[in-house]
């Protein structure tokens, strides 16, 4: 971690840097443009940037959503004991707002509905953002129950919250076993003998990637968490100084449904989130880390059984020379029944109307799945493979599925950076720094 003191001579504080970009003569670039600059051989240098927008989209296990809003008329019942939304379990409380016909709730973003084994709480959220009303089936503490249709525009408090996003590095997986595994970390069995290889992880684009000291992101950052503006917290779970995530929250209200949603693995439903965050270049030794690019990043590659290390790639070895997003030719497709594709897909993106098969571009995650299982070669995109000796043996291993959005990531770093610069979103110090036990 460099030094800010080694730059005396030569530093920016975040409230000049804002000063910068009000009056327009900030130079605000994404993580992409930067890294597009070190391929190209160019030098970049502390004068030629002021804010860097930086982002990941991925799976995000550690999610929950506070909910109230008004379900009955005031002395309808006593108490909620059990509530179901659209499924999915919820937690009445921890206020019970008894007798006021009002619900506060707390629902997991990997809770799993009671009803379809293929909806969780992240394909409840990203419905709620999009306007749908969602069915709230109430038991009360008196044995009754009811239901209501509530959209998130009748709930007048709805937040998001993260108790441990954006991992500044993830892992890869494989198989070593003979057996198929149910996993979180593929939306099929996971095949063994090392047939396959999945990862998380947006490299060069993730917001501590590029700042791994938490030199500007803290405790009071402001951020866009789904498209929406909210603030840091601190280090979530799991959080260590070697590989340290977030914690944060922003209002349901304000985010958008193509940043947020669910993902179906073989171990179940999860959620999908998106982060994006400024980072102010306060001082020239935070170069060092803003201008890695893939190749210089770690990626360990692990057993997914028992997480095991086998051997160290690159995110380079991962995202170097591939496609970001999934092609469809529906040309190629031979109309098979069952569509292969249709019952693979963890986003339900591929569905079949008639004789059709439909892509459907807004929900598909770009996770590449439905490349290898496609028999027609319809769905197209480079998703490469990695060399990797274990057991003293060297394997080339196929990527089939990848649990982070590298395309999505761009455009939210893109996102932001219209919005730094249009004024719409301010850059903050923290409030306090984080710290780690």
Not at 118 to 146: A, C, Q, W
Not at 206 to 216: A, H, Q, S
Not at 217 to 243: D, H, K, M, Q, Y
Not at 310 to 335: A, M, N, Q
């Amino acid at each position: 971690m460099s030094d800010a003191s080694e730059f005396s001579g030569k530093c920016r504080t975040v409230p000049e840097i804002q000063v910068k970009i009000d009056s327009g003569e900030a130079v605000v670039l994404t993580a992409a443009e930067i890294s597009e600059k070190v391929r190209a051989g160019e030098e970049v240098r502390f004068e030629d940037v002021d804010v860097v927008t930086t982002a990941t989209r991925g799976i995000m296990s550690g999610t929950y959503a506070v909910l109230s809003f008004r379900v009955s008329e005031p002395d309808s019942f006593v108490r909620a004991s059990e509530v179901l939304l659209n499924g999915v379990p919820a937690v009445p409380g921890p206020c019970p707002n008894e007798r006021l016909g009002v619900l506060d709730l707390i629902v997991l973003g990997t809770a799993h509905s009671e009803t379809d084994p293929r909806y969780g709480g992240g394909h409840l959220f990203r419905e709620l953002v999009e306007g749908k009303s969602i069915r709230v089936d109430v038991t009360t503490s008196n044995g009754d129950s009811f239901t209501a249709y509530i959209p998130l525009a009748e709930m007048p408090f709805a937040r998001l919250y993260s108790t441990r996003h954006a991992f500044k590095n993830y892992k890869a997986f494989v198989n070593p076993g003979k057996e198929s595994l149910n996993t979180i970390f593929h939306a099929l069995p996971f095949e063994g003998e090392f047939k396959e290889m999945t990862f998380c992880g947006c490299g060069e684009l993730n917001p501590i990637e590029n700042d791994p000291g938490l030199e500007t992101i803290g405790i009071g950052t402001r951020v866009l968490l789904n498209g929406a503006e909210g603030f840091v917290t601190g280090s979530g779970t799991r959080s260590s100084p070697e590989n340290p995530n977030l914690a944060g929250f922003a209002d349901l209200h304000g985010m958008k449904p193509g940043y947020m949603g669910g993902f179906v693995t073989s171990g179940g439903p999860e959620i999908i989130n998106t982060w994006a965050v400024p980072i102010p270049v306060l001082h020239p030794g935070m170069l060092e880390n803003i201008l890695k690019v893939d190749r210089e990043i770690p990626l360990q590659l692990v057993d997914v059984a028992g997480r095991l290390p086998l051997c160290e790639i690159s995110y380079g070895d991962v995202w170097d020379d591939t496609d970001f997003t999934v092609r469809y030719d529906p040309e190629k497709c031979l109309g098979c029944e069952p569509c292969p594709v249709e019952e693979a897909c963890p986003m339900g993106a591929i569905t079949r109307k008639g004789d059709r098969t439909v892509h459907n571009r807004h929900l598909c995650f770009n996770c590449g799945l439905c490349v290898s299982r496609c028999k027609g070669g319809a769905f197209v995109a480079r998703l490469g493979s990695v060399s990797c000796t274990t057991g003293g043996c060297m394997r080339e291993i196929n990527i089939t599925l990848r649990q982070s959005d590298r395309a999505r990531a761009v455009k939210a770093a893109e996102e932001l950076k219209k919005k730094v610069l249009s004024g719409k979103f301010r850059i903050t110090e923290p409030v306090e720094k984080i710290r780690f036990l």
